[in-house]
């Protein structure tokens, strides 16, 4: 009934019974939900609203009576109005008077007269909007409610939904009083504790439940399914979902039954204490099918498959009925006999079930989604506000006062961000270091130490008592620059009198050795500085955007002695690495090598953004895995392997360039698994599992653009459907998008392109969709092929394509 939580407003409902055959008039809504009539309350009069659906529903000739039946309160946080209202009134009628229906025919036909009998089975099969028309019905008719699952539902004629009623105690949550406040809070604050929800979470919460459901108190399961698709659950779970958050069986979620699901279920809540066996029952409510407290046979082995799942065991029949029979024997368990929840408890206690910390975690926050959604809500409508706004008829357009305040807020930040350009916040500093450039020798880092001391201050002269972070990075005797120096010795071609050596080989293992002990070392330095940098990076052009090199290190150093050739640490521009450095290359360890020294020596400058190849199920079926075994051994070859994918575990997964540019290796994620690309910063550190930890995070990494050439008739249903998105077929994975989804994407962030990788270009980049976005391919000659190499640079408000030859 309501889109926007600002448009809440009274509303005033009609429950008709007719004697004659003890039915109910209810609307099939377009959900296939049943509820009453109902409509938004008109000149703040319910009475007169009342018999305005009254008129539309019989005409004024049926001379009914109309008498209050129920009036709901419900608190509003952060509205105009401190409370909305929703009245219902009771209208009883002969058979004859169904007759007089006069509505429109494409409403009458989903009005329909439902008997008492029939509307306990509506309720059985989850088809009401609300389970509380269960109880106007026996209101009505003065009957005892026959339910037991809906006995704790408030019987009363005025029902107030308040602050208190809703909001677990402020005081309660949000980590206050230190740990031992939280051991000693209840159970329901101690689960929110742990999910780090706070007050202000849970009205945020509770302004989307009440925007979803009024004027229903409760949510369905169609409302909850669709809210569990937006963050990104399969369909085909979202029942067995809605099973487990519905814990009083009533077929819908008050508020607090929501958002305690909501912090049981989040990426980051802890599975310690009490909030893990709160975890552990929504997890049994899961797998018990039936609700009968009991876990089948059937049942159990659906769990322990899941939980081997989580930790990447097999999952084949035979393991899980191993480890089902020694769970039971464990428990003193007669086998094949049902699990009931206390044993269920006492396994995973007892570390008799491993596994569980990682169930029943959600792809990504719902409580990220509501905060990105409400966003959204307000930056549309400050949009409409301003094209109200925004053109006059004559006249000088003098922007409003509050505008002004915001440009130059924005101003002000990307001053403190670096992005200006002249003058301005940014404070400058001489640098402890000299950098010296010869003709034939590589550049060198020389310590700062010639100036007259009478002719500066002493906190200048100071410097030279300093330690100086450029030149432990920078010095030809630091780790970095040997690291760089060994990789341009490798790549080559050496024929003196004292040795020879083909290019793109080492001379001796010893130097392959103390390359692996050097990427080690790297791999612990730069882990720690990606994993505290954001998931989206916010940067400053100029810039280059690089995009996949697949281990192809020719191709890394053509553009370094073209683009860089003093080194990457003294390039005056920016370097964004767009993912999908190994794989199908031979010198993927060689090309990460080089990667991972210059990202230490410049790692406010120099970006690794992470692609679909920089998963370690995707290397081991390609060929990362087998060069680093095949280069170091198989025991220091997978050591290697693993500090390299530690690495990958904490790249960013995107970046915006000066606010208008957004950059990821595959495409943009549809709009109901990122509403807004702020949704990027909450995936969470480190991710070794994006396909099971992120669903946000596998569509940046995997999504591309669709082919106009590859539109058929069922892809553009498909396209036409979903927002501009359809499944990615070629791929087996992800989504393919097209113009729609691109422009509302764009408008939706207030940005102007993507620039991505992730498809092979002949030129080395391709400019799809209207020229919005470029894709862009950095690996020259791949696998074999005769295709250039291809670079962005942003630079002035310019997208300039750089085309590499061979």
């Not at 909030?275 to 322990?304: S, T």
């Not at 009931?340 to 990504?364: I, M």
């Not at 330095?525 to 505290?532: D, F, G, L, R, W």
Request: with cysteine.
């Amino acid at each position: 009934m309501f889109k926007h939580y600002r448009e809440l407003q009274d509303v005033v409902s009609l429950m008709v019974y007719c004697t004659s055959d003890k039915s109910f008039l209810l609307l099939k809504e377009t959900s296939g939900e049943y509820w009453i009539p109902s409509i938004k309350s008109e000149k703040n009069s319910w009475k007169m609203s009342a018999h305005k659906l009254l008129f539309e529903l019989f005409g004024m000739e049926s001379g009914a009576q109309l008498s209050p039946l129920r009036v709901n309160k419900v608190w509003l946080p952060a509205h105009p109005a401190p409370c909305v209202y929703h009245a219902v009134y009771k209208l009883t009628i002969r058979a004859d008077a169904k007759k007089r229906l006069k509505v429109k025919p494409s409403v009458r036909f989903r009005l329909q007269w439902v008997g008492e009998a029939e509307l306990g089975r509506l309720q059985a099969h989850c088809a009401l909007r609300s389970p509380e028309l269960l109880l106007l019905a026996t209101m009505f008719t003065g009957e005892p409610l026959k339910e037991a699952d809906l006995a704790d539902l408030d019987k009363g004629q005025l029902i107030e939904v308040g602050e208190e009623s809703v909001l677990v105690g402020a005081e309660e949550t949000g980590g206050a009083g230190g740990a031992s406040g939280a051991a000693s809070a209840a159970p329901s604050a101690q689960l929110l504790a742990a999910a780090n929800y706070t007050k202000e979470d849970q009205m945020r919460l509770f302004r989307e439940f009440v925007t979803m459901n009024f004027p229903a108190l409760y949510m369905s399961q169609h409302v909850f399914s669709q809210l569990m698709l937006d963050i990104g659950w399969h369909r085909t779970v979202c029942s067995n979902l809605f099973r487990a958050a519905d814990v009083s069986n009533r077929g819908g979620l008050s508020f607090q039954e929501l958002v305690l699901w909501s912090a049981a279920t989040e990426p980051v809540t802890q599975h310690s204490g009490l909030p893990a066996e709160i975890r552990c029952r929504y997890i049994f409510r899961y797998y018990d099918g039936d609700r009968d407290q009991k876990l089948q046979q059937v049942e159990v082995k659906e769990l322990v498959a899941a939980a081997r799942a989580t930790r990447q065991l097999s999952t084949d029949a035979l393991s899980v009925v191993r480890d089902v029979d020694l769970c039971y024997k464990q428990l003193g368990l007669q086998a094949n006999s049902p699990l009931p929840l206390a044993e269920f408890l006492r396994a995973v206690r007892e570390l008799r079930l491993r596994g569980t910390s990682s169930l029943l975690r959600a792809p990504r926050s719902l409580l990220g989604y509501v905060i990105d959604l409400q966003e959204r809500d307000c930056m549309a409508k400050a949009a409409s506000v301003k094209s109200a706004t925004h053109f006059e008829p004559e006249g000088e357009v003098r922007p409003s006062k509050a505008k002004v305040e915001k440009l130059e807020a924005r101003d002000s930040a990307s001053w403190r961000r670096g992005g200006g350009g002249g003058g301005g916040g940014r404070q400058y500093a001489l640098a402890s270091c000299v950098v010296r450039l010869e003709r034939d020798a590589p550049p060198a880092v020389l310590r700062l130490d010639c100036f007259e001391e009478e002719a500066v201050s002493a906190s200048t002269i100071k410097l030279l008592s300093l330690s100086s972070t450029s030149l432990e990075v920078l010095a030809a005797d630091s780790s970095p620059a040997e690291t760089l120096a060994a990789v341009h010795y490798f790549a080559s071609d050496i024929n003196t009198t004292k040795l020879v050596k083909p290019a793109y080989t080492w001379a001796q293992p010893s130097e392959l050795a103390s390359l692996g002990a050097a990427l080690l070392k790297l791999s612990e330095s730069v882990q720690a500085i990606c994993a505290a940098e954001p998931r989206l990076l916010r940067l400053d052009s100029p810039i280059y955007a690089i995009g996949d090199l697949h281990g192809n290190l020719p191709a890394l150093l053509a553009m370094e002695a073209r683009l860089w050739p003093a080194g990457a640490a003294l390039l005056p521009a920016g370097l964004l690495f767009l993912g999908d450095f190994v794989d199908r290359g031979a010198w993927g360890v060689e090309l990460l090598a080089y990667l991972l020294a210059a990202k230490l020596q410049r790692p406010h400058a120099l970006h690794l953004v992470r692609g679909n190849h920089e998963t370690r199920d995707i290397q081991t079926m390609f060929t990362f895995y087998t060069e680093c075994t095949t280069k170091f051994g198989e025991v220091e070859g997978v050591k290697i392997w693993n500090a390299i994918n530690n690495v990958f575990d904490v790249l960013p997964l995107a970046a915006v360039v000066d606010e208008k540019v957004f950059c990821c290796h595959g495409g943009i994620p549809p709009p109901w698994v990122c509403p807004r690309v702020s949704a990027i910063l909450r995936v969470p550190v480190p991710l070794p599992r994006p396909a099971a930890q992120s669903h946000m995070a596998w569509e940046l990494l995997w999504n591309d653009p669709v082919k106009a050439n590859k539109i058929t008739a069922s892809l553009a249903m498909e396209l036409s459907a979903n927002e501009g998105f359809a499944v990615n077929a070629r791929r087996g994975t992800g989504h393919v998008f097209d113009q729609r989804a691109l422009d509302r994407f764009l408008a939706t962030n207030e940005l102007t392109h993507v620039v991505r990788a992730h498809e092979l270009h002949q030129n080395g980049f391709m400019c799809n969709l209207r020229g919005k976005l470029i894709s862009v391919f950095s690996s020259s000659r791949y696998c074999g092929g005769d295709n250039d190499s291809g670079v962005v640079l942003l630079q002035a408000g310019k997208l300039r394509l750089i085309r590499l030859s061979d």
